[in-house]
């Protein structure tokens, strides 16, 4: 175990698992929070509540598509839905750094206001610290969130089985590669849009076809990759990915292999990883196709009960190799 | 690292740069090893700067030989 | 993608493969000696199919890997200075020297930074005039020249706090040592396309007439990687070796003349040391006398401690393809990325790292 926190420890690959596992989950262990899903669940008298947070510190804070304040409010309603709980409210915590322009400030705010109603939340409470200039880059946002989630959903991360099919809902790569080209030193003219969008819809549109659906997952720091190895491991199953199904826009391409950046690795913020039973996997499917959020989505891989843990990949020449979870740190300050 | 992609040049610009475009998106870069480089021509970008010139011609060439062999490998079985 | 899709066609890779499984009758040993052929011949799944006979060895040619302990930990001392602004390419960043790395260095408060281009750290010099910027300058033929062109920009505009920590090689020369060694039977090479570019194919010629091996410059995607594999096959098969070049769309034979007169304006050779292959003579770059105020090694000069290597890491053993990763008694249980022991198992070209990630 490292004796000082590095910035790989907070990229959401294997050093942020060793954080979690080394020091988070033996002080606070209890059973609602060792499945480690993006959302915890608790029952409270019979109803199953869903409650999530996350902190954002995403660097620059304004970039095409979106904002660190949008981010803030999709990222905690995207982990509500990805357990099946319909977000309902949410608080939102400010660190701010003195000296921050607060013209800036309600812009950050108005956003949040505009996603919020998008994603039909509420945000309900907050709160607003203030530290001197230095000890915080600008702005860093912490939301937090409740659901309620319906009976007979269960989705979870450990639920996946030998025969599920792994559907993605649209383009990977698109919100870390959208912040890489705003970010200047690296000096691309045009930019890429961030995803950066709400799944609850969606989600429930999916759930309301069918509610046995077995795991989703939106895969944001460490990638696609990341995300099912994750699943492969808490699942304790073999997962097969298709290299040539899994669908990448051409710029996103072009800009990894510019910078060396594997698309797998990128962080995405309106996409999700659905696990289904195979029989309803092609119908599913075609309930994401009809949805504009989910025009591109597509069936990637399959899962399978060896080698267990592992993922993978067949490649685009019919080769094979592992595909892992992320190493080290891709891009700092993500999200 | 020897991290290299193809891109296009759209336009040249003073002082031995360009612009390059790759996948759609343009960025800056510079002409210092490959100074007589003309617009429209593909060139490699290696870390910022135009290391070499592609021969479409070639390329194509090189396609065309790889097709061919393919198709000698099937009518032999 | 214009000039990498078509280079990667499905049916043309299985027409290859076909071709290389009628020429494979005895065990053949290939080696790859550039660090982003590892990664490619690792990312496209090559070694999964191969056909039995066929081997296809990783070489010394990933720049971080095979940069030695005693530059990284000078480095590293300089980077601890506080006036110093310590730049360097991405993968660097986490291998560790004898008693430190760059991410704990930061961590602890020095002013580290990544670029993705030289350019960009000269702007950081422009940028900052009152701090020593000090660009840690790793990397073989390809990257070297643009090294080059950042010198002649911060003479032409009288920038005088732009340093280089120059540990650059070429590879030629470490081929032939591994050669020369014997200890690892090598039947032909797959030359590194991008490095050829610049130096051209002539530097090869001395591994066909001195040793009768192959050399093929090979590009990077996955047809070029198997027509380039077919080819030297072809060549043993004949018994006719020779340099040729299969990546002819980018590499003409003499390369790229422009960049070679710069490199030579601004470099000249020198031994150099190599992880886990000692000196091999003439095969690193330093700046030429008249630029010596870039050089960062005699501005700054560095008191540093004995280097060290765990003596239980076999890196030295991996570069030179005598062992693969699974040899080693710390990969996996001791050594992996994220608590790396060497610089294999940190650069992305790594062939431990490589191998981790990759293979089951």
Known sequence: MEEKILLAHGSGGKLSHDLIREVFLPAFDNPMLRPLDDSAQVVIEGKRLALSTDSYVVKPLFYKGGDIGRLAVFGTVNDLAMCGASPLFLSASFVIEEGFPIATLKKVVHSMKVASEEAGVMIVTGDTKVVEKGSADQIFINTAGVGFIEEGVHLSSSNVKPGDRVIVSGFMGDHGISVITEREGLGFRQKVASDCAPLNRLVKKMLEFNPSIHCLRDPTRGGLATSINEIAQQSKVGICIEEASIPIRESVRGVCEMLGFDPLYVANEGKLVAFVESKIAERILGVLKADEMGVDSAIIGEVVSEPRGKVILKTSIGGSRILDMLTGDLLPRIC | MCLAVPGKITKKKQGHKALVEVAGLEREISLDLLPDALEGEYVLIHTGFAIQKIDEADAEETLSLLRDLVQANEVHG | ?360
């Open chain 3, 1 to 360: 993608m214009k000039y990498m899709d078509e280079f990667r066609n499905r049916k043309l890779a299985d027409g290859l493969l076909a071709k290389i499984r009628d020429i494979s009758h005895q065990e053949t040993q290939i080696m790859e000696v550039c660090g982003t052929h590892t990664m490619a011949i690792f990312k496209y799944g090559i070694r999964s199919l191969m056909p039995e006979p066929i081997k296809l060895l990783s070489g010394p040619g990933c720049p971080v890997c095979v940069t030695h302990n005693r530059d990284i930990d000078t480095a590293i001392a300089l980077a601890q200075r506080k006036e110093m602004i310590l730049i360097t390419f991405g993968d660097m960043f986490r291998v560790p020297g004898s008693n430190s790395s760059f991410a704990k260095v930061k961590a602890e408060g020095g002013d580290i930074r990544v670029v993705y281009s030289v350019l960009d750290a000269l702007q950081i010099a422009r940028e900052n005039p009152t701090k020593q910027v000090v660009f840690f300058a790793v990397g073989f033929e390809t990257t070297s020249p643009t090294v080059a062109v950042s010198i002649l920009k911060a003479r032409e505009e009288g920038i005088n706090n732009f340093f280089i920590l120059s540990s650059h090689k070429l590879i030629p020369q470490a081929m032939e040592s591994l050669l020369d060694s014997g200890e690892v039977q090598i039947d032909g090479f797959l030359c590194p396309g991008h490095v050829s570019t610049i130096i051209g194919s002539h530097p090869y010629q001395s591994i066909v007439q001195n040793y009768r091996k192959p050399a093929v410059v090979t590009g990077f995607e996955p047809l070029d990687i198997l027509q380039a594999i077919w080819m030297i096959l072809h060549q043993i098969h004949r018994d006719e070796p020779r340099v040729a070049i299969q990546y002819s769309r980018v590499v003409d034979e003499r390369g790229n003349p422009v960049a070679l007169s710069i490199l030579d304006q601004v470099f000249e050779k020198k031994d150099a040391s190599w992880r886990g292959m000692g000196i091999i003579p003439q095969s690193g770059l330093k700046l030429r006398k008249e630029f010596e105020e870039f050089d960062a090694e005699i501005v700054f000069p560095v008191e540093i401690e004995e280097s060290r290597e765990n003596p239980e890491c076999l890196c030295g053993e991996v570069l030179r393809g005598v062992k693969i990763p699974t040899d080693c008694k710390l990969f996996r249980k001791v050594c992996n990325p994220d608590h790396p022991v060497g610089a294999c198992m940190v650069s992305v070209e790594g062939t431990c790292l490589n191998h981790f990630q990759y293979q089951q």
